[in-house]
């Protein structure tokens, strides 16, 4: 299972102490989350000399997005089939590989290290097990759990064995314990989104906070009665960060199941799509805040937090800034909770809907000002051709626009702007602390989502379908190419056998369904293949037969398969939290074939986030179709360095020392990118010797 190298250098590295400021040992750069780098050898006076060191190529296919480590010139990451790999700093050389047996593809955006005295552990999760290996040789440490792991989809307080359940982001250290929460599934049955921490040694569970609260517990009146027990969600998916001074752990959550339509959650759905902050000790609740009441709008809180410290009313705080999906930046006080900035409860749209009850009020920040747009005009949309714009205007003139918490309507397509992958997003944002200054990329285009009745009898297949596809590929099997292919003649170009394995494992942004199995997975096949869909849904256990369906994510793209608004459709962003002030905002992007035309500067999608240099030097990847890593000057926001990566770098950077020399590194593919050639790889730039 595990294969290693002999390699004394490394294992006496591996064991030793860490070297100060010149690696990358927490996801995030820091347990601030921070993204920063003390390092200075690569400068603005010379950053237009760096070139690639080395490249570490693997197989074509998935999008782990993964954000190394780096620790005394080792790397540690992931591979697309979710293989965990230590490379050399220096050259690229593979030194060994786990290789769990565990199926699994998707997102795995990094690991965790611990370390006390000369014990240390690497915390690697793969799916729904957290495995604690040896750093020297990536063997597993059988003292942990269950033979060197444990499986999170345990002690949930229900049986979630048969639900998706994926650390996809890694756990964060406090003392001797690891924190964790998970991704799950978006539609019902998913399970509870609890946030636990389990001791390193042993793998044992220390504490569990339910983000779903149970009978007694704050927040349990803000659900119906019983909805503890079947509800899911609310969970932490996209990482974590700790106040290790004053041992304060702050989690943001997602939204509860189902994202569209909350008929059988009314109320306000504690604590869904709020930044919890916890004892790091034992789990209890300091404060939290909700950013988003009832969530029925895709707008789960997407990114990490950053502990930062800010100048407010004429004295330091030390604050903790949190990204939102629709473009606002949260700001607040570390130990009270208290917003640093005004944030209001605003009126918002009431639900058409029958059975849903949208919130009446939702909170609203205009300090710092929204980093993405946040209501589509006429005037917003594209003038790239003049076919283009008449096209645009002609479906404009169809959606429901209300602003960024306007719910789905029935029949009806409701712009979503900004869409609903941001905003900001996974990648996290980077941060000055001693001058109080975060710096966040954002997706600035729109898409448009709707509801649509459920027929009120169908098939096992199809129900099975409706259940756990239709929100991605459509109600009508059609999807919205390229993000979410059609798989109208899946049968075509798959084998019963490769759709099964994707189904069971998941591939790119899609989750696993491990609960789909037997009959199910059989008559959900056949209608995959053939459209028949013969048997019973009533024989389906665990398929709620919900009255209304989600039509699914569908970007609002013009008939060439550019944005139908208005660039910048992607942006880098300067914002000054002493003040909420922007320093600067600049176009993060470009297509090609465009810029040869004469539009550059568009903007583009990005996914993953910026790093940050003592050097006062930006470094970021993320542009999904001009493929380039940059580095920007993070006083004036100007393009210093530019390189073109193999694929999309659609990952966070990190940089660190090995054998004398700073390094930046970036993992890269095209999983999102599907009419480009397929591939992966990490590529590490440094400067010429």
């Known amino acids: 299972m595990c294969r290693a190298l002999p390699f004394i250098a490394f294992t006496l590295a591996a064991t030793g102490a860490l070297a100060a400021g010149k690696d990358w040992a927490i996801y995030g750069g820091t347990s601030d989350g921070n993204r920063y780098s003390s390092l200075t050898q690569i400068s603005r006076a010379n950053v237009g000399k760096l070139a690639p060191a080395w490249t570490h190529s693997m197989e074509a296919g998935g999008d782990p997005q993964t954000h190394p480590l780096a620790i005394n010139g080792v790397i540690y990451a992931y591979t697309p089939s979710l293989k965990v790999i230590a490379l050399d700093g220096a050259t690229g050389k593979q030194l060994w590989q786990f290789d769990s047996g565990v199926a699994g593809r998707g997102a795995q955006r990094g690991m965790t290290w611990w370390r006390e005295g000369r014990e240390t552990r690497l915390l690697a999760s793969v799916m729904n097990f957290l495995y604690a290996l040896d750093p020297a040789t990536g063997k597993p440490i059988e003292s942990f759990g269950d033979k060197g792991r444990i499986d999170l989809s345990h002690n949930l307080g229900r049986d979630a064995s048969n639900l998706y359940l994926s650390l996809t982001t890694p756990g964060v250290i406090y003392k001797d314990t690891i924190i964790t929460g998970f991704r799950t599934a978006e539609s019902g049955p998913a399970a509870p989104g609890d946030i636990r921490a389990f001791d390193v040694r042993t793998g044992k569970l220390r504490w569990a906070f339910h983000t779903i609260p149970r009978p007694g517990e704050t927040g349990h009146d803000t659900w119906p009665p019983g909805a503890w027990q079947k509800a899911g969600g609310a969970n932490s998916w996209a990482g974590m960060v700790v106040d290790q001074k004053r041992g304060i752990v702050f989690a943001p959550t997602g939204s509860a199941v189902d994202d569209f339509y909350g008929a059988d959650r009314i109320g306000s759905n504690l604590f869904a799509n709020s930044l919890l902050a916890l004892d790091a000790k034992t789990g209890q609740r300091l404060w939290h805040f909700q950013g988003v009441h009832h969530d029925i709008y895709d707008r789960d809180f997407p990114a990490p937090p950053v ?3 800010v100048r407010h009313a004429g004295r330091l705080v030390d604050a903790v800034a949190q990204p939102t999906k629709q473009g606002y930046l949260f700001v607040l006080d570390r130990i009270t909770g208290k917003p640093l900035f005004p944030i209001q409860e605003m009126p918002t749209p009431a639900s058409e809907v029958p059975g849903e009850v949208a919130s009446a009020t939702q909170p609203m920040s205009r300090t710092p000002a929204p980093f993405a747009r946040q209501h589509l005009s006429e005037e917003l949309l594209t003038n790239r051709t003049p076919e283009a714009h008449a096209w645009a205007l002609s479906q404009f003139k169809t ?37 109080g200054i975060i710096y966040v990329n954002a997706n600035d285009i729109a898409w448009t989502g709707g509801l649509t009745e459920a027929p009120a009898t169908r098939g096992l297949g199809a129900a099975t379908y409706q259940s756990n596809c239709a929100a991605c590929h459509g109600t009508d099997r059609r999807g919205s190419p390229p993000a979410f292919p059609s798989l109208a003649g899946i049968g075509q170009r798959m084998l019963d056998g490769q759709i099964a394995e994707v189904i069971r494992t998941g591939r790119g942004r899609m989750p696993a369904f491990p609960a789909i199995q037997g009959d199910t997975l059989k008559a959900l096949q056949t209608y995959l293949t053939t459209g028949e869909d013969n048997a019973d849904a009533k024989e389906v256990a665990g398929i709620a037969p919900a009255k209304y369906r989600f039509t699914g994510y569908r970007k609002f793209l013009d008939p060439d398969g550019y944005p139908a608004v208005a660039p910048p459709w992607g942006t880098l962003n300067a914002i000054d939290l002493n003040s909420g002030e922007y320093l600067w905002k600049i176009p993060l992007g470009e297509y090609p074939e465009l810029a040869a035309q ?13 790093i940050l240099t003592a050097s006062n030097l930006l470094f970021i990847g993320a542009t999904l179709y001009d493929k380039k890593i940059r580095a920007f000057d993070a006083a004036s926001g100007a393009l210093l360095w530019q390189a073109t990566l193999p694929f999309a770098g659609n990952a966070t950077p990190i940089t660190y020392m090995a054998g004398g020399r700073q390094f930046v590194l970036i993992h890269a593919n095209n999983a999102r990118d599907k009419k480009a050639p397929q591939g992966s790889a990490y590529i590490a730039f440094a400067l010429p010797r």
């Not at 029935?410 to 997003?425: K, N, V």
């Not at 550059?600 to 990005?606: L, P, V």
Request: charged share 20%; hydrophobic share 35%; proline share 8%.
């Open 598 to 610: 004469g539009m550059a500067n568009t903007g583009s999608e990005n996914y993953g986030g910026p």
């Open 399 to 435: 959606f429901r626009n209300d602003g960024p918490f306007a719910p789905m309507r029935l029949g009806q397509q409701t712009i979503a702007f900004p869409g609903f992958d941001g905003g900001a997003e996974w990648g996290g944002a980077a941060a000055d602390s001693k001058r």
């Open 307 to 309: 502990l930062i410290r």
